[in-house]
């Protein structure tokens, strides 16, 4: 018996630019299954329409991207425990009886793609900055707290955004202004920049790392360019260095086991692939 055709995407607004077709694809042919992923540019204003159809599509379900990701929580049946602590979804999955569940994976790839790059990785090895107030700040902050995490310095543009993050994960925050962002990286065991500062086409991240332990891992969520500015200084210091590309590998593991049930591998092949297209 043949086996049965499945169909995924990506809704976002606009969502030419997303690289998920070419992870899943990829997936998709290495373990030889029968099935596509596309990409579905779909309107806020019609994004319940649009979720309420993958059932009636017959479709395994789908990755939510910007400017989706939050709205898109009250128009499936249920969000998993995470993803509500998240605030935000990236995942829908179409259950038997056609209830859409909710889930956020970018956490899970975020900590993935630190123990891709060094496998003896701890949260809780000293004191981790995260700059950055917006959702991947969050998503970063709450995956480190759940990865053990005992002590997070927050430094956002807007203080006020740092502090109510702050505020709902409780003592193991401290805020810092933006200002002493140089300094409060004395004694840290990892940096993460959540901010689009260094991003093509953005401009850059300025940050002295004079006061950042030589042994510290130092982390850039963005993937285009893969080497910003942030992490060309770290690494010609001697900082271990990761960028955006594995967490954007990793978060789309759990989507493929569950639409496809294979539990699939970031190959140096795949990122390849992804890179080629940048």
Not at 159 to 183: I, N, Y
Request: proline share 5%.
């Amino acid at each position: 018996m043949a086996q049965q055709f499945v169909m995924a995407g990506v809704m976002g607004w606009p969502v030419a630019h997303s690289r998920s077709p070419v992870i899943h694809n990829h997936w998709i042919r290495k373990y030889g299954l029968n099935g596509s992923y596309g990409l579905f540019p779909v309107r806020p204003e019609r994004l319940e329409s649009a979720l309420r159809g993958l059932s009636a599509l017959g479709m395994a379900g789908c990755n939510i991207t910007l400017p989706h990701k939050v709205q898109a929580m009250q128009w499936v049946d249920q969000v998993d425990p995470l993803g509500q602590r998240m605030g935000a979804i990236n995942l829908v999955v179409v259950q038997a009886d056609g209830a859409l569940h909710g889930f956020n994976t970018d956490g899970y790839g975020f900590i993935q793609s630190l123990r891709d790059a060094k496998p003896d990785w701890r949260a809780d090895a000293g004191p981790i900055v995260v700059l950055g107030g917006g959702g991947a700040a969050r998503a970063i902050v709450l995956s480190l707290i759940d990865a053990g995490a005992s002590s997070i310095r927050l430094i956002n543009r807007t203080r006020s955004k740092a502090q109510a993050l702050a505020d709902e994960f409780g003592p193991v925050m401290t805020v810092c202004d933006w200002s002493e962002r140089h300094d409060a990286l004395a004694g840290a065991a990892m940096l993460v920049n959540s901010t689009d500062q260094g991003m093509h086409g953005k401009t850059d991240l300025v940050l002295r790392l004079d006061a950042l332990p030589t042994a510290a891992l130092v982390c850039d969520a963005i993937y285009i360019p893969l080497e910003t500015t942030l992490l060309a200084a770290a690494r010609a210091r001697g900082n271990l260095t990761v960028n955006g590309l594995g967490m954007l590998l990793n978060q789309a593991r759990p989507a493929f086991k569950a639409w496809f049930g294979v539990d699939p591998e970031v190959t140096p092949v795949l990122r390849e692939a992804v890179i080629a297209t940048f």
